[in-house]
């Protein structure tokens, strides 16, 4: 059973940090472009980040430029949000998705509607 699971979500101060794991099961992440997506109250799904197969190409929302990260690690079948600096208006439900590509190469989106396979999600609260 094809499977992510995200981890690593939890309430934090202003300025604090968090980094979000999304592990795969039942199957491997090397032909897979990866996005993080989050979901306020209220909101739509927004595009974060995301990395190419290949890891060699990355994007951020502008929300998030400079103060997010992601990155992969294939050994692990692993991908990581790494978000400091973090604000109340980061607040929501983050998921990490699975985007099928041919081959392993440089193509990424943020758009959620290219995605296959999604992941249950992790809340992540930034208050005082």
């Known amino acids: 059973q094809l499977q992510l699971v995200e981890s690593g979500g939890g309430l934090v101060q202003p300025g604090g940090s968090l980094r979000l794991s999304c592990a795969a099961s039942?199957?491997?992440?090397?032909?897979?472009?990866i996005g993080w997506f989050r979901q306020a109250p209220g909101k739509e799904r927004e595009g974060v980040s995301c990395i190419s197969s290949s890891g060699g190409s990355t994007n951020d929302a502008d929300s998030v430029k400079g103060r997010f990260t992601i990155s992969r690690d294939n050994a692990k079948n692993t991908v990581y949000l790494q978000m400091n600096s973090l604000k109340p208006e980061d607040t929501a439900v983050y998921y990490c998705a699975a985007m099928r590509t041919t081959y392993i190469g440089r193509y990424y989106s943020l758009r959620p509607g290219e995605y296959n396979y999604w992941g249950q999600g992790a809340q992540v609260t930034v208050s005082s």
């Open positions: 039942g199957f491997t992440l090397d032909y897979y472009a």
